[in-house]
C-alpha cells in the first residue's frame, strides 16, 4: 500500500485522500456514478485518489453514491442543443460538407479533401 497517499482525516492534502484502488466503500467517481445511471447532483466532493502518473500526479475526485442523484433524461430540447454543439465539429472547413462524424483536429478537413490537399505537394 503507498503510504504517501493515504490521508482518510485530510490532514496533509484538505480532502480525505486514499491511494489508487483504496477508496472505502460507499464512494465513486463521475465515471463510476455514470455508468450506474447517476450523477453528483450538486454535492461535494467527499475525497479523492491520488496515484502516481507518468507526466506528474494522477488525482480523481470521489462522491458519495448515497447522495447521488439519477442522470437527467434527455430531453427533444436537449438533443437539439447536442447536435447544434456537434455539427461544427463534424463540418470540413474546405468543403463546408457535414460528413457526419467528427473530425480529426490534427487535419481539420475530410478525408477526400485532406487527400486532395495533399495530393498536390508531392
Do not use: N
Amino acid at each position: 500500500m503507498s503510504v504517501r497517499f493515504w490521508d482518510p482525516d485530510g490532514t496533509t492534502y484538505g480532502i480525505p485522500t486514499y491511494p489508487l484502488r483504496l477508496a472505502p466503500q460507499g464512494l465513486a467517481t463521475r465515471r463510476q456514478l455514470r455508468a450506474r445511471g447517476l450523477r453528483p447532483g450538486g454535492q461535494e466532493v467527499a475525497a479523492q485518489l491520488l496515484w502516481r502518473h507518468r507526466r506528474g500526479l494522477g488525482c480523481a475526485y470521489l462522491y458519495r453514491i448515497e447522495r447521488a442523484k439519477p442522470v437527467r433524461p434527455m430531453t427533444p430540447g436537449r438533443w437539439r442543443a447536442h447536435e447544434a454543439m456537434m455539427r461544427p465539429r463534424r463540418t470540413c472547413s474546405v468543403c463546408r460538407r457535414d460528413v457526419g462524424y467528427v473530425l480529426r483536429t490534427s487535419l481539420g478537413t475530410c478525408e477526400p479533401c485532406d487527400r486532395t490537399r495533399t495530393a498536390g505537394k508531392d
